[in-house]
């Protein structure tokens, strides 16, 4: 029995279309029996649109890459780095860093357990080595939408996927 996988499921529109056109064109050198393993199966179904794929796929790459940077702070929480913050501000914490991991400037005010009796200030120096962690993400996603695309038609995904992760 073969499960589906993720990627699967995301992407493989252009593949299945082109064996069903094979199938149909008679391009095939033998004729398909019943049980032939290539043959259109009804689970199937029709192709995701593009810029759907777009939004899920863009939408995981924001999900993991939170997620990602959540479980290094908590990491850090448990070996004893954030004992003043507590498991919530360490979550707080995880996504003010995700955020400058994506060169958004933050507040120094806004930075949970640390003490800014002397001030404060903006935080605009880029964790490179996190930053790596959605690019990464973001790369495999890309991969996914281009093989699922005909010629010519990468852009209509790419920027639906862009608007929601914006």
Not at 38 to 55: A, I, S
Not at 59 to 70: F, N, Q, W, Y
Not at 128 to 147: K, N, Q, S
Request: with cysteine.
């Amino acid at each position: 029995m073969n499960f589906p996988t993720f990627s699967g499921m995301l992407s493989g529109a252009r593949e299945r279309l082109q064996r069903r056109q094979d199938g149909a064109s008679g391009n095939s050198p033998t004729p398909k029996s019943p049980s032939d393993p290539e043959r259109r199966h009804p689970e199937d179904g029709f192709p995701m649109p593009l810029w759907l794929q777009g939004v899920i796929e863009l939408l995981a790459v924001a999900v993991i890459s939170l997620l990602l940077t959540g479980l290094l702070m908590a990491a850090v929480w448990l070996a004893g780095g954030f004992d003043s913050l507590g498991a919530l501000g360490g979550f707080q914490l995880a996504g003010q860093v995700w955020l400058v991991a994506h060169c958004t400037p933050l507040t120094m005010a806004a930075i949970q357990g640390i003490d800014l009796s002397s001030g404060g200030g903006t935080l605009t120096l880029v964790p490179l080595g996190l930053t790596l962690i959605p690019f990464g993400l973001a790369v495999i996603a890309g991969r996914r939408i281009a093989r699922a695309c005909w010629r010519g038609q990468f852009l209509k995904p790419f920027f639906a996927g862009m608007v929601t992760y914006a």
